[in-house]
């Protein structure tokens, strides 16, 4: 009976397994969404409002999910506090503390962070071309990601289902 259900708890584990890295996937394309929508705030900003950065951030952060709304309040914060520190350390710096946690490849973590590097040293145009660049790259990711998403998922979980079965098979 406990073997059985010990058993029963390893075929459910695996299964949860694959699962939750199918789940990851989604969130991965989730968040490529969201900071596509910060990249069209950030353009409607500076392009409409005719703001400076630190502004912009600040307006834009109220528009965003908890994560990425964050990540800009502290950049704004940052770069007020210290006019004088590049902006793509700070927010190459405040990236890596804030989006660590989100589950993005190292691709996609990059392309966020190399975005403060892109705006800080650049006149309106720049800034806005550069925004549109970096747009174009995350949809190029996005549209990679919502190709092999289906195989992958089925990959993920399918392996965790078997893995599942193997160890239940060797238990036995």
């Known amino acids: 009976m406990l073997k059985s259900a010990g058993i029963l708890l390893i075929l459910l584990s695996g299964a949860g397994l694959g699962y939750s890295k199918s789940r990851e996937l989604t969130f991965r394309e989730k968040n490529l969404r ?41 950049i704004a914060g940052r770069l007020k506090q210290s006019p004088g520190h590049p902006l793509g350390d700070i927010f190459r710096q405040c990236s890596g503390k804030t989006l660590r946690e989100l589950p993005l490849s190292k691709e996609e973590l990059e392309l966020i962070s190399s975005l403060g590097g892109r705006l800080g040293y650049l006149d309106r145009e720049m800034q806005l071309r550069q925004l549109e660049l970096c747009e174009e790259e995350t949809l190029r990711l996005l549209e990679n990601l919502r190709k092999e998403m289906p195989e992958k998922k089925k990959i993920y979980q399918s392996l965790g289902i078997m893995g599942g079965i193997l160890l239940a098979v060797l238990l036995w």
């Open 34 to 74: 969201i900071f596509l929508q910060m990249l069209t705030f950030l353009k409607g900003e500076i392009r409409c409002g005719n703001l400076s950065l630190p502004e912009a951030f600040r307006e834009t952060a109220g528009k965003l999910p908890e994560m990425y709304g964050e990540l800009l309040r502290e």
